[in-house]
């Protein structure tokens, strides 16, 4: 959830106090229980990203509630490589172009 608002309370010499608001009243607090090398594991992939480890959860966790693609990558490259392997005679693609426009103004289902 990104915060909604973004106060600065005060400035330091060095860096601003900032204070993130979330607009969800809702929103609840998950508590996990972790070994020390997952959480070293997590630290590190949340400092080379510069994001806090928190930050770092909550992406990863919404990336893992994502649907899966309906066909995975590897079978579309698939048929990909096979279309192109497949040699008909075609036009010049400005000539294609007009062709399928002088269609579609004559009323052709596109």
């Known amino acids: 959830m990104e915060p909604a608002v973004v106060a600065c309370l005060w400035t ?6 900032v204070v993130e608001c979330y607009p969800d ?3 609840r607090r998950l508590q996990v229980l972790m070994d020390e090398s ?8 949340a400092g ?3 994001v806090s ?16 693609p309906a066909v995975a990558a590897a ?3 698939a048929a990909i490589r096979a ?9 010049d693609i400005d000539e294609m172009l007009a062709e399928i426009g002088r269609g579609c103004r004559a009323g052709w289902p596109a």
């Open 25 to 27: 009243p809702m929103a």
């Open 12 to 17: 330091t010499a060095v860096l601003p106090l």
């Open 83 to 91: 279309a192109t392997r497949h040699r008909f005679p075609t036009a």
């Open 53 to 68: 480890m928190a930050e770092w959860v909550r992406k990863v966790l919404r990336q893992a509630m994502r649907p899966a």
């Open 48 to 50: 080379q990203e510069h």
């Open 38 to 45: 997952d959480l070293r594991e997590i630290r590190r992939q």
């Open 75 to 77: 079978n579309k490259l």
